[in-house]
Nanobody, 123 residues
């Protein structure tokens, strides 16, 4: 099994930046990709960004492209989501997830999920 713990969320004003972290532990040898999803209040969970375990391949949703950056640390134990120029529409619970195959944008391709961290952006 893989355990994922997100952190770094908070309340910020529009235009500010946040860096979310996702610490992975457990059977990470079966994990080939990590992703970030978000769920705005009253809406469905949506794809934000994904990265291969090696860190070579990345994918971004159009909503965050150019503002968000996904990355991994040198030990490959933590995945980050750097969010710049935040907007009110970025307000959501952000979830970290692990997949066995590619850095997919489809939430059904992810097997393990963290508990989520709240990001609130005031306008």
């Amino acid at each position: 099994q893989v355990q994922l713990v997100e952190s770094g969320g908070g309340l910020v004003q529009a235009g500010a930046s946040l860096r979310l972290s996702c610490a992975a532990s457990g059977r990470t040898s079966s994990t080939n990709a990590m992703g970030w999803f978000r769920q705005p209040p009253g809406k469905e969970r949506e794809f934000v960004a994904a990265i291969s375990w090696s860190g070579v391949r990345t994918n971004y949703a159009g909503s965050g492209r150019g503002r968000f950056t996904i990355s991994k640390d040198n030990a490959k134990s933590t995945v980050y989501l750097q969010m710049d120029s935040l907007k009110a529409e970025d307000t959501a619970v952000y979830y970290c997830a692990a997949a066995r195959y590619y850095a997919s944008s489809n939430r059904d391709d992810y097997t393990y999920w963290g508990q989520g961290t709240q990001v609130t952006v005031s306008s």
